[in-house]
């Protein structure tokens, strides 16, 4: 389930992001807008997509937290 | 701008990696090879991932994706030749950065790391010199003004070599291995990235990269110019290089010792400001 969920956020995201690579080539106005949905949308999809395709997603555990 | 992002993050990891080479080869290891910090950021996105029951779940997260969302602005500030205050503005959200990701993964290593990267904060002092220095040589602080400066006047780096010093000591301070890397040293296992393994750290490789190759091509910009782009590669290299040479042979410093050194640093910086201020 959540690895649908990270796929699906991935590909969104990718298509956000060439989406506004394009509008930042034409110069759309503003062009500070294209330049701030991929500062915004980059790491989301960077990390859905290591996400979706990492080993897998288990509980937390206990790091070792001091003597 | 997504299609100059991707491949300036594989030359960030690459250089990552040529920056081990040098550095093993100096001390007399083969070393990994160059394209290792690739591989290591794949081999991290494949591993199984967890958050720490002692972790602050949201800011733990969301402290990666800032971290890349940072430099990924950076990035673009860089390459459209923008103002060089917002690049000081970024630094100064990395320091955040650095410290809640220490502290949000609620591991002792990691805190220490944390309040190593307070105590560091020393090390963007140079930085704010660099940038009011190059304000009372060129008049500008847009870096496409201050690229077109030195088209007519000569590089920066021969005609205001302190402040390139600085900016190269800055440099030198955000380098894995550096003599001022007090904030992942290993006596602390891996300071404020202890914690954030798996995903988060292919995360965080990438952010690092990011940064990486955005500092050095602003060196470049800032006091060589504007130049054909495989050459600022090429000098972007060298750059490297002279870092891992540094990072080989200087031991890391104390974290004492390395907020001393960075003030002496800027203090230098100032007066060199002052003199040039009242000759202009």
């Not at chain 2, 996105?45 to 940072?70: C, D, G, L």
Request: glycine share 8%.
């Amino acid at each position: 389930m959540k690895k649908a969920l990270y796929l699906g956020l991935a590909i969104i995201t990718a298509m956000i992001l060439v989406s506004a690579s394009f509008a930042s080539l034409i110069r759309i106005e503003p062009e500070w807008l294209p330049v701030v949905i991929i500062v915004l949308a980059f790491p989301v999809c960077i990390l859905s997509l290591f996400l979706w395709w990492n080993a897998s997603n288990i509980e937390g555990d206990f790091p070792f937290t001091g003597y | 701008m997504i299609f100059e992002l991707i491949p300036a993050i594989f030359a960030g990891l690459l250089f990552h990696g040529i920056h081990r080479k040098v550095i093993a080869r100096i001390q007399g290891r083969p070393g990994p090879p160059v394209w290792q910090e690739i591989l290591h950021t794949l081999k991290f996105s494949f591993k199984q991932t967890w958050i720490p029951k002692t972790a602050s779940m949201p800011m733990f997260v969301f402290i990666v994706a800032a971290s890349i969302a940072i430099w990924t602005g950076a990035f673009a500030l860089v390459i459209s030749g923008g103002s060089l205050l917002l690049l000081f503005a970024i630094f100064m959200l990395h320091k955040i950065t650095e410290h809640g990701l220490g502290l949000s993964s609620g591991s002792p290593y990691g805190k220490f790391g944390a309040i190593r990267s307070v105590m560091s904060a020393a090390s963007e002092i140079p930085l704010f010199a660099t940038i009011a220095g190059i304000y009372v040589v060129t008049g500008s602080l847009i870096i496409s003004d201050i690229t077109e400066y030195q088209a007519i006047h000569g590089p920066l780096i021969i005609s205001a070599f302190p402040l390139a010093a600085a900016m190269y000591i800055v440099i030198l301070s955000k380098m894995h291995y550096g003599p001022f890397s007090i904030i992942e040293a290993k006596e602390i296992v891996s300071g404020n990235r202890t914690e954030h393994f798996g995903v988060w750290r292919a995360g965080l490789e990438v952010a690092y990269a990011l940064k990486t190759f955005v500092l050095l091509l602003a060196f470049v910009l800032l006091f060589i110019g504007a130049l054909p782009w495989w050459l600022v590669f090429v000098i972007m290299l060298i750059l490297l290089i002279s870092l891992s040479f540094i990072c080989a042979f200087t031991p890391m410093l104390s974290p004492f010792d390395a907020v001393a050194m960075q003030t002496v640093i800027t203090g230098i910086i100032a007066v060199y400001i002052v003199v040039i201020g009242v000759i202009r």
